[in-house]
């Protein structure tokens, strides 16, 4: 069984609350009947209520009379933000989800002082990729919302991702720090800050940093031994720290796009994890979104208990 159809079935066991900004979109409305049928979460959507129903009667009319979806009216894709994050503030919901709404306006609300989400921590996008023709997941790590992020800001985002992989049960994870080089270079920051966070995290228990690694360094174990890198990263990463978010996401799209990989994403950080798939994404990346997210609520839960 792959890891994102294993996810699907771990979030069957405790089903969470799912609040979903602005959800008057085909494909989140095709994602919540496919979430509705492997019964992996209960859902409130917050939106047009009559583009809302439409929709539903679009795509499975089933859905209308249903329990464990809610409609809540709001008229605006601000109000649908709002309300959505509130309820997640309020814990009558554990996961936000980015229905048709721009990103920054669902981030708007969920940084709100007084009701939203936001923690100490920086907020990253994290990923889990199954690549056809790669033998295990993979996740990688910021492809969306740190444009070019400090070493300090790396070391967080490091502890978002370690924090996912933790979750969908690698207890060691192995982080491989990307550059274009596997030697630190002056004149290459991205070299540099993969000197310093391996300094960072040399005491760390749960997880191994190292790098810095060129591309084919980190994930192939034959171009690893061929270059002489040795280590516990070099060749079998399980996360890929990005230098910066073009290389992240030009690495993200190109999975997708030539690879036909399959992925799972949130944004990890904030005090519930957040859906932020893209409006163009499939049904089907939704749905992994959100058992990614579902099961990393539940991990999160036990850990509080």
Known sequence: MSTLTRLIAQAKENRVTVAVAAAEDMEVIKAVREANKNEVAHFQLYGDEKKLLSLIERVDSNL?????INIISAPSPEEAAYKAVKAVHNKTADVLMKGNIPTKTILKAALDKQFGLRTSRVLSHVALFE??????????????????PTVSEKSQIIKNAVSVAHAIGLDYPKVAVLASVEVVNENMPATLHAKELIEIFQQETNCFVEGPFALDNAISPYAAEHKGIGGKVAGRADILLAPNIESGNILYKSLIYF??????AIIAGAKAPIVLTSRADSAESK?????????ISQHESREET
Do not use: Q
């Open 131 to 148: 690549v056809p023709i790669y033998e295990r997941p993979i996740i990688i790590t910021d492809a969306a919302m740190n444009i070019a």
């Open 64 to 68: 209308l009379n249903n329990k464990a």
């Open 287 to 295: 749905l992994h979104s959100l058992a990614l997210a579902i099961c």
């Open 259 to 264: 690879a036909k990989a399959r992925v799972g």
